[in-house]
C-alpha cells in the first residue's frame, strides 16, 4: 500500500547531540511536510518543500533543518537538541496545495 | 494572528449518540478544510475535507457543515461509536501549501 513512513518511530538523544529523523513516501506526491507536535497540542509546521523548492515557516527555530534529497525521502536534522525539543514530529505528504496531506504515523524523540 | 480554533476542549457522547465538533476560523481567505482523526500515539487520519465553494459534505457516518459567513466549521459523527474516541483536529489552507490546524477536542465515548 501506498504510504507515508517514518523512522525510527522512537528516538531517544542526548543533549546537544544532533538526531535526524527520516520519512519516506511512496505516493510520489510533490509536498512533503515535517511538523512538531508536543503533547496534547495541534501539529505546528516547522517547514515544507515543494519538490525542491524549500520554504521554512518564519518561527522555525535555526536548530532544524532539512533535507530531501529526491522526490521520496525527506529528512529532519536536529542540530542541537534541547529538553525543549522533546516532541512527536510528524512528517506529510501532499500531492499539492489544497490537496489532503498524508500523515506517517511520526517519530516520538525524547531528549535526556 | 490568523488561527483555526475549536469552542470545545472535550466532548463526553453516548455510543449510538450523534456527535458534533465545532470549530471556527479566522482567515477569510481559506478556501480548504479538512479534518483530521487522531488517535494516541498516531499520526492525524484524514476523516473529511470540504473547499470553500460547498457547504456541506457527507461521508460514511460524517458530515462537514461548512459556514462561510460566521467561519465556522463542523463535524458531524452518526452513530458515534467507541472506535470514534479520539482528538479531532480542524485545519485549514489558505492555498499557501500550509495547514494551519487548531487546537482539538478530545471526543471520549461511553459505553
Known amino acids: 500500500d501506498a504510504m507515508v513512513i517514518q523512522n525510527p518511530r522512537y528516538q531517544v538523544t542526548q543533549f546537544g547531540k544532533p538526531v535526524t529523523l527520516s520519512c519516506s513516501q511512496t505516493?510520489?506526491?510533490?509536498?512533503m511536510y515535517w511538523y512538531q507536535q508536543k503533547s496534547s497540542q495541534a501539529p505546528k509546521l516547522l517547514f515544507h518543500?515543494?519538490?525542491?523548492?524549500?520554504?521554512n515557516e518564519a518561527d522555525t527555530p535555526d536548530n532544524f533543518q532539512s533535507r530531501r534529497p529526491n522526490t521520496s525521502f525527506c529528512f529532519l536534522d536536529i542540530r542541537s537538541p534541547g529538553l525543549g525539543d522533546a516532541a512527536m514530529y510528524l512528517c506529510?505528504?501532499?500531492?499539492?496545495?489544497?490537496?489532503?496531506?498524508?500523515f506517517g504515523p511520526g517519530t516520538r524523540l525524547t531528549v535526556t | 494572528g490568523e488561527s483555526v480554533g475549536l469552542h470545545l476542549p472535550t466532548l463526553s457522547v453516548q455510543e449510538g449518540d450523534n456527535s458534533i465538533i465545532n470549530c471556527a476560523y479566522s482567515?477569510?481567505?481559506?478556501?480548504?478544510f479538512i479534518w483530521y482523526k487522531q488517535e494516541s500515539g498516531k499520526g492525524p487520519q484524514f476523516i473529511i475535507d470540504?473547499?470553500?465553494?460547498?457547504d456541506k459534505r457527507q461521508g460514511q457516518r460524517v458530515t462537514v457543515l461548512l459556514n462561510k459567513t460566521v467561519k465556522h466549521l463542523s463535524l458531524q459523527i452518526a452513530a458515534t461509536q467507541p472506535g470514534d474516541s479520539a482528538v479531532y483536529f480542524c485545519?485549514?489552507?489558505?492555498?499557501?501549501?500550509?495547514?494551519?490546524f487548531g487546537s482539538g477536542t478530545r471526543l471520549q465515548v461511553q459505553p
Open positions: 518543500y515543494y519538490d525542491k523548492d524549500f520554504n
Open positions: 482567515n477569510s481567505a481559506s478556501d480548504y
Open positions: 485545519a485549514d489552507d489558505t492555498g499557501r501549501r500550509a495547514l494551519t
Open positions: 505516493l510520489n506526491h510533490n509536498v
Open positions: 470540504i473547499r470553500s465553494n460547498m
Open positions: 506529510a505528504t501532499s500531492k499539492a496545495a489544497g490537496f489532503e496531506q498524508y
